[in-house]
């Protein structure tokens, strides 16, 4: 029934959430990416929904994926601590 209305069912943590097929995170990005052609891509993420960008934006994107899944990503973060600590390296 889900598939027959255009839907996709992503389960998450302790949610379903049910989608448009057509519309993902990472068309979104590619769509902001067009108009503003970015000298710098970063794309962190830990849930699901996330993959779509991981797999959409440009090989030469920095994609890191935060928790042990496997991932898109080519970096992993074990978790929000070490993201602080990633960002706070870039900003000094």
Do not use: C
């Not at 255009?6 to 067009?34: C, Y």
């Not at 797999?55 to 994926?65: F, G, L, N, V």
């Amino acid at each position: 029934m889900v598939a027959d209305n255009g839907l996709q069912l992503m389960p998450g943590n302790k949610v379903l959430e049910f989608k448009n097929i057509e519309v993902n995170k990472g068309k979104a990005a590619l769509n902001w990416m067009h108009d503003n052609h970015p000298d710098f891509i970063l794309a962190l993420g830990d849930d699901h929904t996330d993959e779509d960008i991981f797999k959409a934006i440009p090989e030469e994107a920095h994609t890191i994926k935060v928790g042990g899944n496997i991932s898109a990503a080519r970096y992993y973060l074990r978790n929000p601590t070490e993201v602080r600590s990633f960002l706070k390296t870039l900003i000094s």
